[in-house]
């Protein structure tokens, strides 16, 4: 399976449509997060529909994906963006609300206004919080593009775990399997943990080593 | 409730100045005393020229419950140092943000300049109890951040941020994070960031509070070196009597419950004042009797006035000179 180049095809094709999904769902994740966290009417409107649609699994999105999108790349892809987008939305809005009042008040008499507040106190303010919902958002859309592949069957691991199973070949099955909690633990490990360490050395939350 | 202003600068001044033989108090040796020369403090009189900072009738309640400033009235003019003390539950410090803009008080008029205060502003410059640096940024970055924000160009910001670290003295650190420092080092480079801004009143909250006695020391020879550098208009909140006395023109000393201010005093000891001078000590010592004779009074009986009786103990007893030299007193703890 790994010579015949299906795996290496499968890995390409599941993380090119993660890179798409979950950048899309960073993207509207973090200034919506900021949006709830930082205005009145954007945390009465938009946070129940937020909190109340985080307790919808993410695949349950794929019946609704595939009526609107048809059985495309697009339904996957929104599947994906709905897995990890509230979970970035949630933990970016924790993280802004949990700012110390005395740097923002600081950022007031400094009269920091406009987008340099929000680039250069709020989000640094809020990073540590911020990288932890990414980290957390990826790991929803790994998720949620497993079960979306697994189900609607348009290549990918999920796929090849499918057919694994109709062949009746175990060796491919948990060969696939493996496959993808490798990729899962080492995104995580690798890139979100040394960010995060890093972060957080450096706002001074952590010790030094 | 007032407390002649004048009678209690005198008998202050009476201590300081050694003057105590005649203690029994006469008419006369009361009008002697109005004018002896060396008079260290003094009620202050009403300046000419238009005030820095007019502070009208202002009072605030938190919650219409709490009245935490009632009808509380100071004129503050250009390049002058004024120390706000009193105890906690004063108001100083809501007075403080009243002022910054950080809060709107409930009555009254505050104006800087005839101009109205409405929210925070990089003129009237605000430094917190705590450094509030920013805890991602370098030492350096620190400074130049709000300056950039303010409009400076790269250089200028760093040119001014180079100056203002070598002024508080932090040369060797500029590259630092603010938790790699120490808490006095952190104040500096919090007093070094409100002071590149250049701003026309700089307001402090307890800015050495936290800090160890050496520290504060330092803080305070700093502070002064600066202030005669600049005359900068500064008002300062402290509930540390002798703190006030080092670093002010001039001392409102206030009370709480409610809010209000109970004498408007002005020092005059010569610059730079040494914490351990003489008559900074007898003053201080009798401005926190008086402070404690004043919350005692507060708490004791708020709504009835004052009898003659009462006022006359107050103002009698400590010129007699015979107080212990601790006098039960809220505020002795801290010094």
């Given amino acids: ?209 | 409730m007032p407390i002649p202003t004048r009678t209690f600068a005198e008998q202050a001044n009476r201590q300081a100045s050694r003057a105590s033989a005649s203690n029994k108090g006469g008419v006369l040796d009361r009008l002697k005393e109005v004018l002896v020369p060396r008079r260290l403090l003094v009620p202050r009189r009403a300046r000419e020229g238009d005030a820095k900072i007019a502070v009208q009738r202002v009072g605030h309640r938190f919650g219409n419950e709490v009245v935490a400033l009632d009808n509380v009235s100071i004129d503050v003019h250009p390049g002058e140092f004024v120390c706000l003390l009193g105890p906690s539950g004063c108001g100083k410090s809501t007075l403080l943000y009243a002022l910054a803009g950080h809060i709107s008080p409930s009555g009254g008029r505050i104006t800087i300049d005839g101009q109205q205060v409405s929210g925070p502003s990089p003129e009237r410059m605000l430094v917190f109890q705590e450094p509030a640096l920013f805890p991602w940024l370098s030492v350096t970055q620190n400074l130049t951040f709000p300056l950039r924000a303010r409009g400076l160009s790269r250089a200028e910001a760093a040119a001014r941020a180079r100056e203002f670290v070598r002024l508080v003295q932090l040369e060797g650190f500029e590259g630092a994070l603010p938790h790699e420092l120490s808490g006095g080092m952190r104040m500096r480079v919090s007093l070094a960031r409100a002071l590149a801004m250049d701003p026309q009143v700089l307001l402090m909250d307890e800015p050495f509070g936290a800090l160890d006695a050496q520290t504060r020391d330092q803080m305070h020879r700093l502070l002064q070196r600066i202030w005669t550098r600049d005359q900068k208009t500064v008002v300062f909140v402290t509930h540390n009597v002798r703190e006030a006395l080092v670093l002010g023109d001039r001392v409102v000393v206030m009370a709480s419950r409610p809010g209000r201010v109970i004498h408007d005093l002005e020092v005059r000891l010569p610059r730079p004042r040494d914490p351990d001078d003489e008559a900074l000590v007898h003053l201080s010592r009798r401005i926190r009797e008086e402070i404690g004779s004043a919350e005692g009074r507060g708490r004791t009986a708020p709504p009835a006035p004052p009898s003659d009786e009462e006022r006359d103990v107050a103002e009698s007893a400590p010129a007699a000179g015979s107080l212990p030299d601790r006098a039960p007193d809220p505020l002795g703890a801290r010094l």
């Avoid at chain 1, 299906?6 to 890995?11: N, Q, S, T, W």
């Avoid at chain 1, 930082?38 to 919808?56: D, H, T, Y």
């Avoid at chain 1, 979306?148 to 499918?162: D, I």
Wanted: charged share 15%.
């Fill in chain 1, 1 to 209: 399976m790994v010579r015949d180049g299906r795996m290496g095809g499968a890995v390409l094709r599941s993380l090119s449509r993660l890179a798409e999904g979950y950048a899309a769902s960073a993207c509207a994740g973090l200034p919506l997060g900021i949006a709830i966290a930082r205005s009145r009417p954007a945390r009465v409107a938009i946070r129940p529909l937020v909190l109340g649609l985080q307790a919808l699994p993410s695949i349950c999105w794929l019946p609704l994906a595939v009526l609107w999108f048809g059985l495309s790349e697009w339904a996957i892809l929104f599947v994906v963006v709905m897995g990890s987008l509230l979970a970035v939305t949630i933990s970016t809005e924790d993280a802004v609300s949990a700012i110390d009042p005395l740097v923002l008040r600081a950022a007031g008499t400094l009269g920091i206004k406009g987008p340099r507040f929000f680039g250069g106190v709020l989000v640094p303010a809020a990073l540590p919080g911020i990288v932890t919902g990414l980290k957390l958002g990826w790991s929803f859309a790994w998720r949620a593009l497993m079960a979306g592949e697994l189900l609607f069957g348009a290549g990918g691991l999920g796929q090849l775990l499918a057919n694994g199973r109709d062949l009746l070949d175990v060796p491919q099955v948990m060969g696939v399997m493996i496959a993808i909690v490798a990729i899962g633990s080492a995104v995580d490990q690798l890139l979100f943990h040394f960010a995060e360490v890093r972060i957080r050395r450096r706002w001074g939350l952590a010790e030094a080593t």
